[in-house]
Nanobody, 127 residues
Framework: QVQLGESGGGLVQAGGSLRLSCAAS????????MGWFRQAPGKEREFVAA????????YYADSLKGRFTISRDNAKNTVYLEMKSLNPEDTAVYYC????????????????????WGRGTQVTVSS
């Protein structure tokens, strides 16, 4: 069974940092672009960051540039999201996803381009 599993979420104070991990099982996603999305309470899911299969191209939501960093370790079949200077507006369920393209360098920000999704990990930032 193909799965993506997020971990690393939790409760953190404003100004703090967290690193989320997304591990794949059942198959490798080393040849796919990967993305992070988030859904805050009462809001639609939104794009956070994406990384190409090679790791050479990354893309961030404009409002998150400079605070969030996406990376991947293909040897571990894992994608990471480093988050710093967190604020209560970052409170959300964070999802990782794998896109449907192989060996494609452009990174994608639209949900319809992602075929595999994790179940999410909760991040709560207290003020």
């Amino acid at each position: 069974q193909v799965q993506l599993g997020e971990s690393g979420g939790g409760l953190v104070q404003a100004g703090g940092s967290l690193r989320l991990s997304c591990a794949a099982s059942g198959r490798t996603f080393n040849n796919n672009g990967m993305g992070w999305f988030r859904q805050a309470p009462g809001k639609e899911r939104e794009f956070v960051a994406a990384i190409a299969w090679s790791g050479n191209s990354v893309y961030y939501a404009d409002s998150l540039k400079g605070r969030f960093t996406i990376s991947r370790d293909n040897a571990k079949n894992t994608v990471y999201l480093e988050m710093k200077s967190l604020n209560p507006e970052d409170t959300a369920v964070y999802y990782c996803a794998a896109d449907r393209y192989y060996y494609s360098e452009p990174v994608r920000r639209w949900e319809y381009e992602y075929d595999y999704w994790g179940r999410g990990t909760q991040v709560t930032v207290s003020s």
